[in-house]
């Protein structure tokens, strides 16, 4: 049997047990009213997987047999719990602090591979990191509906994971933001107020994450507050998906500035129960380019960003809530961490897939005493994430935080270059910071692939998400290339950075990649009808994904003909086939991203797919 997370200490024993159509499922009458909600979420397993459904009791002596016991104790630590597994009866006793629902959730586990007829185990379990997290990007394209957030909570509480966080630059209702969010759909504070509650119901902490100090482009682009921007000028540029994530940093030699980002950190904290709010401060790249050069040339770069950081976790602090900030900046100069809040949490990224702990050890040896390690389910920039490279960061990076003690795990999904990716196809890569932080034991690749596949898909060749890892790999030309030569041409005019971007691309690749993603498809339409019904739209996604691959290989070999004189132009009808493909596809997309997201930067998207199908026509005109 499949177990994800692995337990600490699981032992079988003999015989069965069987969950009758007549079980019940028996609540302690001591304790805490919140085992209910636990106990809802077993009874609806036990009848998705059997067709009956288990009453639910709460009664000092339980009467009966082939019954199920939930009892919660203060004697365990945070969330730990044993599950005992006999042929008489089944029970689970867990801490105050999750340990019921971490029963619950390895029951179910059990339930789904088995059935009514369970064999008899007892385990003993405990989280071998206290904080398990993931970040979700709620700003660079996608703006995900309230129902797909809700989805992700109960995927991330199924998976033991107790932290979820989104990023949000101006994807937030803020009241007197008016002209941040005017052309855009963003959440509301009725949103956030719902999805706290739901997620405080599943063991989730939902933590306020927000930019506020770089990554603020479509703040500092306002006529309102365009003053504010570290590089004079920015907001009149273009957009550009390269540009957005490389400029627009606050001005912190003003003091609105300090005001402004006081001011929305303090409408976003209200909205949330968890003590703790990212307060992000990463990549703000301009700092000292722009307004504060004088600045920085007197005290440095890294000090007067230190400086400004301080101020805002010091308000943070101040509010009552424990603040965190990404390490990218800090960890460029170490030696002056001292300079920061003693309390600040330090959330230390790297997403290489060879990454070495020399980073995190040089800011813990810089007095960091509150990291977490935040590696990356590899999915920003491209159609389908890159699974082989997640495994080899998050494993890495999840060993090296058991190493040093770290306070958690935090695995990130950014949506970079417009988020183009369906949010489901990170979680291969959730299942692996999900298990590698539970438990310090890290699986091989090809176990835990084999695991996900049967488990999580219901696979039972355990070949699905190799797969996968072999279809994301078939990228000619990807998708963050594209864009870059779509704004070479369009917004620089310059022939000879998308000619140096398209060299980049091997050639010949294009023709190959598209035979191996037709074989790999083959693969994944005879598992259509047979993985779990509840993930079967996720290998639609899988292959719609695969065709707006092969769309976009194909567009190689025309822009190498047209900016490289590689080969000969295209005929007519060619170039006109070519465009109607890529306008079919963006449909058929259109349809699959309004499943799970809002509207929200959809069209700029769409703009890349029809400019390309514009330029396809024009070539032989």
Same mark, same amino acid.
């Given at each position: 049997?499949?177990?994800?997370? $692995?337990?600490?200490?699981? +032992?079988?024993?003999?015989?069965?047990?069987?969950?009758?159509?007549?079980?019940?499922?028996?609540?302690?009458?001591?304790?805490?009213?919140?085992?209910?909600?636990?106990? $809802?979420?077993?009874?609806?397993?036990?009848?998705?997987?059997?067709?009956?459904?288990?009453?639910?009791? !709460?009664?000092?002596? =339980?009467?009966?047999?082939?019954?199920?016991?939930?009892?919660?104790?203060?004697?365990?630590?945070?969330?730990?719990?044993?599950?005992?597994?006999?042929?008489?009866?089944?029970?689970?006793?867990? +801490?105050?602090?999750?340990?019921?629902?971490?029963?619950? $959730?390895? @029951?179910?586990?059990?339930?789904?591979?088995?059935?009514?007829?369970?064999?008899?185990?007892?385990?003993?379990?405990?989280?071998?990191?206290?904080? !398990?997290?993931?970040?979700?990007?709620?700003?660079?394209?996608?703006?995900?509906?309230?129902?797909?957030?809700?989805?992700?909570?109960?995927?991330?509480?199924?998976?033991?994971?107790?932290?979820?966080?989104?990023?949000?630059?101006? +994807?937030?209702?803020?009241?007197?933001?008016?002209?941040?969010?005017?052309?855009?759909? =963003?959440?509301?504070?009725?949103?956030?107020?719902?999805?706290?509650?739901?997620?405080?119901?599943?063991?989730?902490?939902?933590?306020?994450?927000?930019? +506020?100090?770089?990554?603020?482009?479509?703040?500092?682009?306002?006529?309102?507050?365009?003053?504010? #921007?570290?590089?004079?000028?920015?907001?009149?540029?273009?957009?550009?998906?390269?540009?957005?994530?490389?400029?627009?940093?606050?001005?912190?030699?003003?003091?609105?500035?300090?005001?402004?980002?006081?001011?929305?950190?303090?409408?976003?904290?209200?909205?949330?129960?968890?003590?703790?709010?990212?307060?992000?401060?990463?990549?703000?790249?301009?700092?000292?380019?722009?307004?504060?050069?004088?600045?920085?040339?007197?005290?440095?770069?890294?000090?007067?960003?230190?400086?400004?950081?301080?101020?805002?976790?010091?308000?943070?602090?101040?509010?009552?809530?424990?603040?965190?900030? *990404?390490?990218?900046?800090?960890?460029?100069?170490?030696?002056?961490?001292?300079?920061?809040?003693?309390?600040?949490?330090?959330?230390? *990224?790297?997403?290489?897939?060879?990454?070495?702990?020399?980073?995190?050890?040089?800011?813990?040896?810089?007095?960091?005493?509150?990291?977490?390690?935040?590696?990356?389910?590899?999915?920003?920039?491209?159609?389908?994430?890159?699974?082989?490279?997640?495994?080899?960061?998050?494993?890495?990076?999840?060993?090296?935080?058991?190493?040093?003690?770290?306070?958690?795990?935090?695995?990130?999904?950014?949506?970079?270059?417009?988020?183009?990716?369906?949010?489901?196809?990170?979680?291969?890569?959730?299942?692996?910071?999900?298990?590698?932080?539970?438990?310090?034991?890290?699986?091989?690749?090809?176990?835990?692939?084999?695991?996900?596949?049967?488990?999580?898909?219901?696979?039972?060749?355990?070949?699905?998400?190799?797969?996968?890892?072999?279809?994301?790999?078939?990228?000619?030309?990807?998708?963050?290339?594209?864009?870059?030569? $779509?704004?070479? /041409?369009? /917004?620089?005019?310059?022939?000879?950075?998308?000619?140096?971007?398209?060299?980049? #691309?091997?050639?010949?690749?294009?023709?190959?990649?598209?035979?191996?993603?037709?074989?790999? %498809?083959?693969?994944?339409?005879?598992?259509?009808?047979?993985?779990?019904?509840?993930?079967?739209?996720?290998?639609?996604?899988?292959?719609?994904?695969?065709?707006?691959?092969?769309?976009?290989? !194909?567009?190689?070999?025309?822009?190498?003909?047209?900016?490289?004189?590689?080969?000969?132009?295209?005929?007519?009808?060619? %170039?006109?086939? /070519?465009?109607?493909?890529?306008?079919?596809?963006?449909?058929?997309?259109?349809?699959? *991203? !309004?499943?799970?997201?809002?509207?929200?930067?959809?069209?700029?998207?769409?703009?890349?797919? #029809?400019?390309?199908?514009? @330029?396809?026509?024009?070539?032989?005109?």
């Amino acid at each position: 049997m499949i177990f994800l997370p $692995q337990p600490s200490s699981l +032992s079988y024993g003999e015989g069965t047990f069987t969950i009758h159509y007549d079980s019940r499922i028996f609540l302690d009458s001591e304790s805490p009213a919140e085992l209910f909600s636990a106990a $809802q979420l077993l009874q609806q397993e036990i009848e998705t997987q059997t067709g009956f459904r288990p009453a639910i009791c !709460r009664r000092h002596q =339980p009467v009966g047999s082939h019954l199920i016991y939930l009892t919660a104790s203060p004697e365990l630590s945070r969330e730990a719990y044993t599950l005992a597994v006999t042929p008489e009866n089944i029970t689970i006793c867990g +801490s105050l602090k999750s340990g019921v629902l971490y029963g619950v $959730q390895t @029951l179910r586990q059990m339930i789904r591979q088995a059935g009514a007829v369970l064999p008899t185990v007892l385990i003993s379990d405990t989280p071998a990191m206290e904080n !398990r997290g993931f970040y979700h990007d709620a700003t660079r394209g996608r703006v995900p509906t309230l129902s797909y957030l809700k989805q992700l909570a109960d995927t991330l509480s199924f998976y033991k994971i107790n932290q979820l966080q989104l990023y949000i630059e101006h +994807s937030y209702l803020f009241d007197d933001l008016t002209e941040m969010w005017r052309d855009d759909t =963003p959440l509301t504070a009725e949103d956030i107020l719902e999805l706290d509650r739901y997620c405080k119901g599943l063991g989730i902490d939902l933590v306020p994450s927000l930019a +506020s100090f770089g990554h603020l482009y479509k703040l500092l682009c306002t006529k309102s507050y365009a003053h504010l #921007c570290e590089l004079e000028g920015s907001a009149s540029a273009p957009f550009s998906f390269y540009d957005r994530q490389a400029h627009h940093t606050l001005d912190i030699t003003n003091p609105e500035s300090l005001s402004l980002a006081k001011h929305i950190l303090s409408e976003y904290m209200q909205l949330f129960s968890s003590k703790y709010f990212n307060l992000c401060a990463d990549e703000t790249f301009d700092l000292g380019k722009g307004a504060s050069r004088a600045l920085a040339e007197e005290k440095g770069t890294t000090v007067i960003y230190t400086e400004f950081v301080t101020e805002l976790a010091n308000y943070i602090t101040e509010s009552g809530r424990t603040p965190m900030f *990404w390490s990218d900046v800090i960890s460029q100069e170490p030696e002056v961490y001292h300079l920061l809040p003693k309390n600040l949490i330090c959330l230390h *990224w790297d997403y290489a897939s060879n990454v070495s702990s020399e980073r995190l050890t040089r800011l813990a040896n810089s007095g960091a005493e509150h990291l977490y390690v935040c590696p990356g389910v590899q999915g920003w920039n491209q159609l389908i994430n890159k699974y082989h490279e997640a495994y080899e960061n998050i494993s890495r990076m999840a060993r090296y935080g058991h190493e040093c003690h770290a306070m958690g795990l935090l695995n990130t999904d950014w949506g970079d270059y417009g988020h183009i990716n369906h949010p489901d196809f990170s979680r291969i890569g959730m299942i692996y910071g999900a298990a590698f932080s539970w438990n310090a034991d890290i699986l091989p690749e090809e176990e835990i692939n084999r695991q996900i596949s049967v488990f999580e898909f219901g696979d039972a060749s355990g070949k699905l998400v190799s797969v996968l890892d072999l279809l994301c790999h078939q990228d000619a030309y990807p998708w963050r290339t594209a864009v870059m030569v $779509q704004e070479a /041409l369009e /917004l620089h005019q310059d022939k000879e950075e998308a000619a140096e971007l398209l060299r980049s #691309c091997a050639e010949g690749d294009a023709d190959a990649a598209n035979a191996s993603i037709d074989a790999l %498809c083959a693969v994944l339409y005879e598992k259509a009808g047979t993985v779990r019904p509840e993930n079967r739209p996720m290998i639609y996604a899988y292959l719609l994904a695969a065709d707006g691959l092969k769309v976009l290989n !194909r567009l190689l070999p025309f822009l190498r003909a047209s900016l490289l004189s590689e080969g000969t132009l295209p005929e007519k009808e060619d %170039c006109f086939a /070519l465009a109607g493909d890529l306008e079919r596809w963006l449909h058929s997309y259109k349809e699959l *991203w !309004r499943t799970v997201s809002k509207e929200s930067e959809l069209y700029r998207i769409a703009h890349v797919f #029809c400019w390309y199908a514009d @330029l396809l026509r024009d070539l032989n005109a």
